[in-house]
Structures are given as structure tokens and as C-alpha cells.
Nanobody, 115 residues
């Protein structure tokens, strides 16, 4: 059974930083790509960043240069380091993986960027 559990969200001022974590179980973590998505109120869920099992990364244009996705295979955990946060980064953030063609999502965690 695949489980993904996010942590590390919260309230931060514009220009601040947060690091999200996604702890995975039920998969051979090092072999699976991991992704972060976000969904703002009234908007669709959008891809933020991905990291392949081998470590190759990809980012949405809106977060390039500000966000960094990484992984620690020994801890079965993926991370999203978010710097220079803007109010428009406010959203519920989800981690996701795909196993046997089926997507698995975490429960989501709120990130609010506000003065």
C-alpha cells in the first residue's frame, strides 16, 4: 500500500522560505519519480516540480530559480525547498508518485504566503 505524507507547510511572509517534506512508504522509493503539485482556491491542480529516480529534475516556469526539488533515498523522502516566496505561491501542496500506472497522492499541506 502506497502512502505519501507531507509536512512542513505553514504561514510565511513574502520573501520568506519553507521546506516541504514528503515521506513515502509502500514503494521501492529510489526507483520512483516524485512530483509536487499545488492547488490554489478556485484553480486547477498544477505541476510544480518533478524529480526522477535518477535525480533529474524539472520545474514549472513560475517557480524556476526559487524552488528546489530533491530526494533522500535513504530516508524515503522527497523535499521541496521554496525560497523567495510570493503571495501567489499560496496553495495546498501535494506530493505524487505513480506505481503501475496508478497515481498516488498525499493528503496535501497548506502553504500561505502573506504579510
Amino acid at each position: 500500500q502506497v502512502q505519501l505524507v507531507e509536512s512542513g507547510g505553514g504561514l510565511v511572509q513574502p520573501g520568506g522560505s519553507l521546506t516541504l517534506s514528503c515521506a513515502a512508504s509502500g514503494i521501492m522509493f529510489s526507483m520512483f519519480g516524485m512530483s509536487w503539485y499545488r492547488q490554489a482556491p478556485g484553480k486547477q491542480r498544477d505541476l510544480v516540480a518533478t524529480i526522477a529516480g535518477g535525480g533529474m529534475t524539472n520545474y514549472a516556469d513560475s517557480v524556476k530559480g526559487r524552488f528546489t526539488i530533491s530526494r533522500d533515498n535513504a530516508k524515503n523522502t522527497a523535499y521541496l525547498q521554496m525560497n523567495s516566496l510570493k503571495p501567489e505561491d499560496t496553495a495546498v501542496y501535494y506530493c505524487r508518485t505513480v506505481k503501475a500506472g496508478w497515481p498516488y497522492w498525499g493528503q496535501g499541506i497548506q502553504v500561505t504566503v502573506s504579510a
